[in-house]
């Protein structure tokens, strides 16, 4: 098989027509702020999940601050429903020190918010299996300052929210109370876990609609809630804290603003392009991810030299990313761009940085995947020729 042309990418921005011409109607409009077309792409994503909570914002990161934000300093008594068994407990709300345990593997914007609300890290192992958070390792480092979980679907593959659930429950009988369990979905919008979309299972969830997503809005995010107190506060709180649902006459001076806020919110031509690609995400994009994913299970399952994660029948990974365990990581990367095929391990693991060093933790889990794993290219631009000179090049060795 010939060599491609142009290195097959790794990434690339999805960008249909219909986002293009509505996106282009809105700034012909004279109105590119926050307004009606925010609103309706959050009613779009509120008919995606079957959820009534849905606030935008400017980014992914900007929902995660927000969401560490509003958990400070608020205490409650709190109802959970868990596998239809209800718990109540006091909510002691997150303070300064609080622990927030979380992945090192991931992009620092999962993390980089904690440390921006006073919160401490408490670094949790890898599984080597899914490249999501190690359970195992979690329930371990469970203690009576650990107020929130922060969980990422590596890739798209959802980390088993049913054991997480089983976790909190045993936190609650040591502690008294369960720790907020916040998701950080920026790969797997689309993906499911036991036949619900991830971001439908009770918990806090972050999207990302960056550039490089399934779903681009040019860049943006959004918090998924189930809670209408938290909702209503969100909205207030990404925008200054002004109350813009409110009719009157002079919002900007009339309205008495209880609690400050920051400028997180999403724009109408970040919203235009939301609206514009949604319908061929899950159309297209999203299963052409799957159907590549497939494909290379199908055909890199035997390969000397290659490991694949894990694939379990009670979830389905929307696949944003394809990652695999390789023996000679830099020979295999060497390989791959000879033969103009784009791979990287994407994110760095955000524990070797020197803001961080506080917080050092022994990960031997993590230790050893990042000198494995490796990402190839799996999106809605890899064509059937280029996943078959993929898997050529591979099965060629390196």
């Not at 300064?96 to 993390?111: F, G, I, M």
């Not at 920051?262 to 999203?286: C, R």
């Not at 506080?358 to 809605?380: F, H, Q, T």
Request: glycine letters at 6%; aromatic letters at 10%.
């Amino acid at each position: 098989m010939n060599l491609p042309k142009l290195p097959v990418p790794l990434f690339k921005v999805y960008m249909s027509k219909d986002a293009i011409d509505f996106s282009t109607k809105v700034l012909g409009s004279g109105f590119i702020g926050q307004g009606p077309v925010v609103e309706n792409f959050e009613s779009k994503l509120k008919s995606f999940f079957n959820n009534k909570s849905v606030v935008t914002t400017n980014s992914a990161t900007s929902a995660e601050h927000l969401v560490f934000h509003m958990l400070k300093n608020v205490q409650k008594n709190k109802q959970v429903i868990i596998k239809d068994k209800s718990y109540s407990f006091d909510w002691p709300g997150l303070v300064e020190q609080d622990h927030v345990l979380t992945t090192a593997l991931t992009c620092t914007a999962t993390n980089w918010p904690i440390l921006a609300n006073n919160l401490r890290l408490r670094w949790v192992d890898a599984d080597p299996s899914t490249c999501n958070i190690d359970l195992d390792d979690l329930e371990k480092k469970i203690n009576e300052r650990s107020k929130v979980i922060m969980v990422v679907h590596w890739g798209g593959y959802p980390v088993d929210i049913e054991r997480l659930e089983q976790i909190r429950i045993n936190c609650f009988e040591k502690y008294g109370f369960m720790p907020e369990i916040i998701e950080d979905c920026a790969h797997a919008f689309g993906s499911e876990y036991k036949g619900k979309k991830i971001g439908t299972h009770g918990n806090i969830c972050t999207f990302s609609f960056q550039a490089i997503k399934h779903l681009t809005s040019g860049d943006g995010g959004c918090i998924v809630l189930n809670d209408a107190i938290l909702e209503k506060r969100a909205k207030l709180l990404r925008w200054f804290g002004i109350n813009r649902d409110e009719n009157r006459k002079d919002f900007r001076c009339e309205e008495n603003i209880e609690e400050f806020g920051f400028k997180m919110h999403m724009n109408d031509i970040n919203a235009a392009i939301g609206i514009g690609n949604l319908p061929h995400v899950q159309s297209y994009v999203i299963p052409k991810h799957k159907e590549n994913a497939n494909y290379y299970d199908e055909n890199l399952s035997t390969v000397s030299g290659v490991s694949l994660l894990e694939r379990k029948s009670d979830r389905v990974s929307s696949s944003w990313l394809y990652t695999m365990k390789v023996e000679n990581q830099s020979n295999f990367m060497k390989k791959m761009q000879a033969a103009n095929i784009s791979v990287s391990r994407v994110h760095e693991r955000n524990d070797i940085h020197n803001c961080v060093s506080e917080y050092k933790e022994v990960l031997p889990n993590l230790d050893k995947l990042v000198g494995e794993m490796i990402c190839i290219p799996v999106g809605w631009w890899v064509s059937k020729e280029d996943r078959e000179y993929i898997v050529e090049q591979i099965k060629l060795g390196w």
